[in-house]
């Protein structure tokens, strides 16, 4: 099958950077958008950053002009890079992408979410 792995979170001080990972691995034929999600304790999930498979990007109003977020489809991996960091940023940031898998013959559409990493930010 399909899966997502992150990688990349920690503990940050205010004002530091972390750079999240995320790849997806499986029976893959074609990846259309990627996005990053998070969640922070006692509130809903809520999206981050999308990359579209066209190359377009969106960002959350909390997150622009300090988060990037980037993708090398030749790796089918996605990048977060995240900067300039605040305490209310804490979360697990979550993976999801939109994967077409099987083969020309049969093929189907997947929403894949990864399994989430945490990122805490404190002095």
């Known amino acids: 099958q399909v899966q997502l792995v992150e990688s990349g979170g920690g503990l940050v001080q205010p004002g530091g950077s972390l750079r999240l990972s995320c790849a997806a691995s499986?029976?893959?034929?074609?990846?259309?958008?990627m996005a990053w999600y998070r969640q922070a304790p006692g509130k809903e999930r809520e999206l981050v950053a999308i990359?579209?498979?066209?190359?377009?990007?969106n960002y959350a109003s909390s997150v622009t002009g300090r988060f990037t977020i980037s993708r090398m489809n030749a790796k089918n991996t996605v990048y977060l890079q995240m900067n300039s960091l605040k305490p209310e940023d804490t979360a697990v940031y979550y993976c999801?992408?939109?994967?077409?898998?099987?083969?020309?013959?049969?093929?189907?559409?997947?929403?894949?979410w990864g399994q989430g990493t945490l990122v805490t930010v404190s002095s």
């Open positions: 990359s579209t498979s066209g190359g377009s990007t």
């Open positions: 999801k992408a939109g994967i077409v898998v099987g083969t020309y013959g049969s093929r189907s559409y997947l929403e894949v």
């Open positions: 499986g029976s893959i034929f074609s990846i259309n958008a």
